[in-house]
C-alpha cells in the first residue's frame, strides 16, 4: 500500500497564476484532510471531507477550493495564488470521523512569488 | 485556533537519555494524540490516548494524560539519534484533530 500520497512534490507559482494540488489514498478511508503548515504556526485545517462529494470549511479556507469527486481522491485548488499561500501543504486521511488517528501524506511544497 | 500548547519548544539531550514532552490544552476533548515529523516529511502517529485513560504505553513510548489538569506527557525513553525530530500534540473533539506548534527534539550521539 501506498498510503497517502501528494503530487506534486514542490511548486514554484507567481502572484495570480493557478494550480490544483492532488491527494490520493488507497485505504478506503472516508475522510480526508488538507492541511497547511507553516513556522511557528503549527499545522492549520484548511478544508475537509467526509466522504465522496461532500467538502466542509475548516480554519483557515479563504483563498482556497476542494473536491472529493472520487473517495480516494482530494484536490486543493488555488484560484489566484498569494504569496500568503507560500507554505508546506498536507492532506491527511482517517477512516473514522476526523477526531481519530490521520496518515498523512509527505507534503507539498508551494513558493509563491 | 491551536488547542494543544506543548511544552519545552525545543530540547536536546544525549542519545540513551530519557524525553519528557508535555502538551496543555484548554477544552474537553475525546482523545490526545502524539504525532512526529521528520526534517521535510510528513507526520507519523505515535500514539492515542482517550480520556477515560490515564496511561499508554508504545514500545518505548509512555503517554499520560490527566483530564483534571488538561494536561498530557509523552516520555520516549532510552532515547536514540533517530529520534531527533519534531513532535505533535493534537487534541480529537467535534470530529476534528487540532495541533499544537510543535517541540524540536534532538538527540545528540
Known amino acids: 500500500n501506498a498510503g497517502v500520497t501528494q503530487t506534486p512534490k514542490f511548486r514554484v507559482l507567481k502572484t495570480g497564476q493557478s494550480m490544483t494540488l492532488l491527494c490520493a489514498q488507497d485505504m478506503n478511508h472516508e475522510y480526508m484532510y488538507w492541511y497547511r503548515q507553516d513556522p511557528g504556526m503549527g499545522l492549520r485545517l484548511i478544508h475537509y471531507s467526509v466522504g465522496e462529494g461532500t467538502t466542509a470549511k475548516g480554519e483557515v479556507p479563504d483563498g482556497y477550493n476542494v473536491s472529493r469527486l472520487k473517495k480516494q481522491n482530494f484536490l486543493l485548488g488555488l484560484e489566484s495564488a498569494a504569496p500568503s499561500q507560500t507554505s508546506v501543504y498536507f492532506c491527511?486521511?482517517?477512516?473514522?470521523?476526523?477526531?481519530?488517528?490521520?496518515?498523512f501524506g509527505p507534503g507539498t511544497r508551494l513558493l509563491v512569488l | 485556533s491551536q488547542q494543544g500548547e506543548e511544552d519545552p519548544q525545543a530540547l536536546s539531550i544525549q542519545e540513551g537519555e530519557n524525553a519528557t514532552m508535555n502538551c496543555s490544552y484548554k477544552t474537553s476533548i475525546n482523545n490526545l494524540q502524539w504525532y512526529r515529523q521528520n526534517s521535510g516529511r510528513g507526520l507519523v502517529h505515535l500514539i492515542l490516548?482517550?480520556?477515560?485513560?490515564r496511561e499508554k504505553h508504545s514500545g518505548r513510548l509512555r503517554v499520560t494524560l490527566d483530564t483534571s489538569k488538561k494536561s498530557s506527557s509523552l516520555l520516549i525513553t532510552a532515547s536514540r539519534a533517530a529520534d531527533t525530530a519534531s513532535y505533535f500534540c493534537?487534541?480529537?473533539?467535534?470530529?476534528?484533530?487540532?495541533f499544537g506548534k510543535g517541540i524540536t527534539l534532538s538527540v545528540r550521539p
Open positions: 493534537s487534541t480529537g473533539a467535534n470530529s476534528k484533530l487540532t
Open positions: 491527511a486521511s482517517s477512516y473514522g470521523p476526523g477526531e481519530e488517528t490521520q496518515y
Open positions: 490516548i482517550r480520556s477515560n485513560e
